[in-house]
């Protein structure tokens, strides 16, 4: 499975950003192998509409779920609608959010 993770630098060891829309990185981690994809956030200094866009950036990536502190109600929406489970209120490193999540499952 592909999880994103809003994170605060671009590798496994950076930590988890409480932001969604506004992050500066998603890590896109493949939750079998680790290998992840680091992508800078677009949407990190828009003035409006950061979180959906936010949201197709990672659907474009293929995201299936996405692990952050806070999604709002529009960001929501957007997630819902491309189908990416959302896991709030997470926090540590990229590496540290995604196992725990595999161990979860």
């Known amino acids: 499975?592909?999880?994103?993770?809003?994170?605060?630098?671009?590798?496994?060891?950076?930590?988890?950003?409480?932001?969604?829309?506004?992050?500066?990185y998603f890590v896109i981690v493949d939750s079998e192998t680790m290998r992840f994809n680091a992508i800078f956030n677009p949407s990190s200094a828009a003035s409006g509409g950061a979180g959906p866009s936010a949201a197709r950036e990672i659907a474009?990536?293929?995201?299936?779920?996405?692990?952050?502190?806070?999604?709002?109600?529009?960001?929501?929406?957007?997630?819902?609608?491309?189908?990416?489970?959302?896991?709030t209120g997470a926090g540590g490193t990229v590496k540290e959010v995604v196992e725990k999540f595999v161990q979860q499952q």
């Open 60 to 87: 474009k990536h293929g995201a299936e779920a996405l692990i952050t502190g806070n999604v709002g109600v529009n960001a929501q929406q957007a997630l819902d609608a491309a189908g990416i489970k959302v896991i």
């Open 1 to 24: 499975m592909k999880i994103a993770v809003s994170a605060k630098g671009g590798s496994l060891s950076a930590q988890m950003d409480e932001r969604f829309g506004r992050c500066e």
